[in-house]
């Protein structure tokens, strides 16, 4: 496995295809380690699989956690290895921003919508920095995490709409065994905290499970699991088509919510069949 923190360096790396690219901030998990287990899988052992590290400043709001977002990458290195990793591009804020960038890319309505609304430039940055990855690393696939539901949402839409040829590739969300979407920000989490966050995921599935009583239902469940926890402060709980767009009828829906646990901010979503 080879470590590049250099635009130079990753460009002259050997250019093996099928190439997958995995982005992320480090810290990584084991979410982090199914997206690598699945680029490993889909380019075959002698394809290559490079993994982005970077705490991208520009889709931090000035209030959130970019300061003290972990840094761990002597175990990132370690995990990516056992993965069997290629390469490693962690580039610091000057080698990826010599200059604060005067063009970027613009997201589209559905940014300023439920992540949106709370994190306003949020996806601005995200699909900023996403697009200069996929230049950089010029990959054949790139897997991003369905945790990130919107995020992967965008990233389709940008795709399709600047015809990047790359595919897009979505990763289930992994777990703790008792329902906890696995997340880098975890480790913000005190005892106490880390019970009451398993209330996103008693909401969603409880709105799963009421999918056959219709959309009202579904939200209604969900929002009495939420309401007796009430030291969770919501940001939004919604339920949106697959492609985030309204529910217009019977099938497959999505349900998204975020939320804050002491100064923990999280977010999760699951599929809903509704009848
Ligand atoms: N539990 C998970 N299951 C599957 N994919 C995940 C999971 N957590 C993160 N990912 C994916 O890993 C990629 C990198 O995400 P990122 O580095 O932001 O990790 P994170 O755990 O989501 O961190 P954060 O706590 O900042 O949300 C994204 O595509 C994201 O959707
Ligand atoms: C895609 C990403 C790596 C861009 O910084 C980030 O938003 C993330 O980790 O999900
Ligand atoms: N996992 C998405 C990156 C972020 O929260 O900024």
Redesign the pocket.
Known sequence: MRLTQTKAELRAAAAIRPRAVVMT?GALHEGHAALLAEARERVGPDGSVVLTIFV?PL??GPT?DFDRYPRTLASDLAIAKNEGVDLVFNPSRDELYPNEPSITVHPGPLADELEGMV?PG?FAG?LTVVSKMLHLTSPDLALFGE??YQ?LTLIREMVCDLDMDVDIVPVQTVREPDGLAL???NRYLDETERDEALVLYRALTAGAKAGMNGPDAVLAAAHAELEAVPSVQIDYLALRAPDLGPVIGPGEARMLVAARVGTTRL?DNISITLR
């Open positions: 901030m991208n889709q931090f959130e994190r949020h995200v945790k990130d995020q997340s880098s920000r977010i």
